[in-house]
């Protein structure tokens, strides 16, 4: 049986310099959850970089990027620096170009495009250690369900690798009978799966109009699906920052309806700060001194504090980790 108590422990180091004690009744409260079969996994995007595959602010930029240019006699209009200023302009105005975009593509064709930039760069031969991990979790039966905002089908490929004989069902429409025959993945924002010819029955939540009308029905599938788990069971995060919009408003409803002392968990990254100094001063072409890269690391921590603050207002604790796939395996898959 899991042993999280155990694993924490083995990577407290990893966790935080000055782990807060609260941490180990975190530990138990995830082992009693998964043992009460009340634990689910909720996964971002995060999860599938390592496999190629891109974010959906990156989509709806390539295509962006693809029309211009097909627009365009200048031959000079992609190259880098011009790459670059495009760039600036759409930082900060997803939903307004995926709006231009689902119209100037009509919604069938949007779909068909939001798939192709979804799988142009997948590598199917390549390791993906943070999925592998994932997925053995999945089949190792920690979770009683799973949640994803991804619309691809790499993690259920993943666990079939794993297990063929391990039985899930996969959800991403509200008029799919469920057979309650194995571990549910509920696609919430639609399902595109790999080498799968897209129908009208695969729409996708990816537009600013989309969003609207999954934040203003709260009956939708998918957020009566989000709204039960997150006020009956105990929600890990893992791979998304919660920023979004609709989550967030959930988080505050289950909030105020749950009278239960349990909280749900966010496994995040921690900044590795010569990265981050290297990213600066690279993108500024700037150098900083030793004694201001403390100042780098002061702001960093600010940041990770003002983000514990904001998801703790909605019940969410932070497991601030080193490395994706070593820390989510010593967490979950340690024996």
Known sequence: MLSYLDSLKKITSKLRLNIDPTYFQYAEQLRNSSNDNKLTLILGAGICKESGLPEWSDILENLYLNILSSNSNNKYILEDKFYKLV??????????????????LKSSNFTKHVYQELYKNYKPEQTNATLNSVSKAIVNQIFSSIITYNYDDLLERKISDLDNKFKFEVIYRDNIKIKHKGIPIYHVNGYLPYNTKISKRNTITLDESSYHEQYHNQYSWQNLIQLNKLMNETCVFFGTSLIDPNLRRLLDIAKSNNKSPNCHFAIMKKSNYSNLQNDIETLYNIKFTKKEYNSIKEINDFKNAVIESDLSSLNVKVFWIDDYFEDFDAIFNYH
């Open 87 to 104: 760039k600036f302009h759409l930082n900060n105005n997803f939903l307004r170009i995926a709006r231009y975009l689902k119209s100037e």
